[in-house]
């Protein structure tokens, strides 16, 4: 069964600096990965994806996010925050012979002025 | 309708009662998804249709828990018998494919069982 964990609760940084919020998969077959980001009072939101191809996929709001097979992990990242990234982070992985979307448990951001 | 959209946004129930939630998806779209998300927590998944078929219903806490989607646009989740632990909310999510490579959120319906 595929299982998808966010290590940290809650991710700090100051605005403009760089920003990175981790993800780690299992999977039994090919992921398909993907971060949707919740704001408040409003629905998720996708931000990327991961199918196949280049490891570094880039999305919305100047959000990018990087494969990394062998540490099975999906990171997302972001050169320079701005306070309006601040919102709670969901990473989800899809085995491709499944159709079921696991979510991980978020992270919230906090991007400090 | 320009997105998902689900109704009620708030439903308190009595320990015991039945519930209904609605979920209208986005015209067209052959996926859909029931998820349960408890405060504090990520979205947990409950079942999942393409078009009226119901192809996964693995993550549905109990048989009091059920799903359907007879024309294989709107779905509806009833929870029969309501429990304290049923209390969290229920998000739906479409997608345009059977791929499922992008998933469309409604706002959810906060269910509060007393």
């Known amino acids: 069964a595929q299982s998808v964990a966010q290590p940290e609760d809650q991710v700090n940084v100051a605005e403009g600096n760089p920003l990175t919020v981790k993800c780690t998969y299992s999977?039994?077959?090919?992921?398909?990965l993907f971060w949707y980001v919740q704001y408040p009072n409003r629905g998720l939101q996708f931000l990327l994806k991961?199918?196949?191809?280049?490891?570094l996929v880039k999305g919305s709001y100047g959000f990018e996010a990087e494969f990394n097979k062998s540490q099975t992990s999906f990171h997302l990242k972001k050169p320079s925050a701005l306070v309006s990234d601040s919102a709670l982070y969901f990473c989800?992985?899809?085995?491709?012979?499944?159709?079921?979307?696991?979510f991980g448990k978020g992270t919230r951001l906090h991007i400090l002025p | 309708g320009a997105g998902v959209s689900q109704s009620p946004r708030y439903k308190v129930a009595k320990r015991g009662q039945d519930v209904a939630l609605r979920c209208d998806p986005i015209?067209?779209?052959?996926?859909l998804f029931w998820y349960q998300q408890a405060l504090g927590q990520g979205p947990e998944f409950l079942t999942y249709?393409?078009?009226?078929?119901?192809?996964?219903k693995s993550g549905l806490p109990s048989d009091r828990f059920f799903a359907e989607r007879p024309e294989g646009s709107v779905s509806t989740l009833k929870i029969q018998r309501t429990q304290q632990e049923d209390s969290a909310v229920y998000l739906c999510?479409?997608?345009?494919?059977?791929?499922?490579?992008?998933?469309?959120f409604g706002s959810g319906t906060q269910l509060s069982v007393l």
């Open positions: 015209s067209g779209h052959v996926s």
């Open positions: 999510a479409s997608s345009s494919t059977g791929t499922n490579e992008k998933l469309f």
């Open positions: 989800a992985v899809r085995d491709h012979r499944d159709d079921k979307i696991i």
């Open positions: 999977v039994s077959g090919n992921p398909y």
């Open positions: 991961y199918i196949t191809g280049d490891n």
């Open positions: 249709f393409q078009n009226e078929a119901q192809l996964d």
